[in-house]
């Protein structure tokens, strides 16, 4: 398959998604993080600065789990996490 544009076309790979995700999963020691129901909870409990429901349980893991998210996104700043921006 040559250039797979995904959905709303804001990225070309040259791969498929599951090549791409995989390979750059093992190049930089990344690893899945399950959502659980800590996550939930912990969700249930934040602030509304961030209205994205994706970007709300992300958020939600990262206090949780005490882990650095990395974004542009200027709404997670507003969170007690820390943000690579």
């Given at each position: 398959?040559?250039f797979t544009s995904i959905?709303?076309?804001?990225?070309?790979?040259?791969?498929?998604?599951?090549?791409?995700?995989?390979?750059?999963?093992?190049?930089?020691?990344?690893q899945s993080l399950p959502?659980?129901?800590?996550?939930?909870?912990?969700?249930?409990?934040?602030?509304?600065?961030?209205r994205d429901p994706f970007?709300?349980?992300?958020?939600?893991?990262?206090?949780?789990?005490?882990?650095?998210?990395?974004?542009?996104?200027?709404?997670?700043?507003?969170?007690?996490?820390?943000?690579?921006?």
């Amino acid at each position: 398959m040559p250039f797979t544009s995904i959905n709303i076309g804001k990225l070309s790979l040259s791969m498929s998604v599951e090549q791409f995700v995989t390979t750059h999963c093992v190049l930089n020691n990344i690893q899945s993080l399950p959502i659980l129901e800590e996550h939930i909870w912990t969700l249930a409990h934040l602030p509304l600065h961030h209205r994205d429901p994706f970007d709300r349980l992300l958020i939600a893991q990262a206090v949780h789990e005490n882990l650095t998210l990395v974004t542009v996104d200027p709404l997670f700043t507003q969170y007690i996490i820390n943000v690579i921006n």
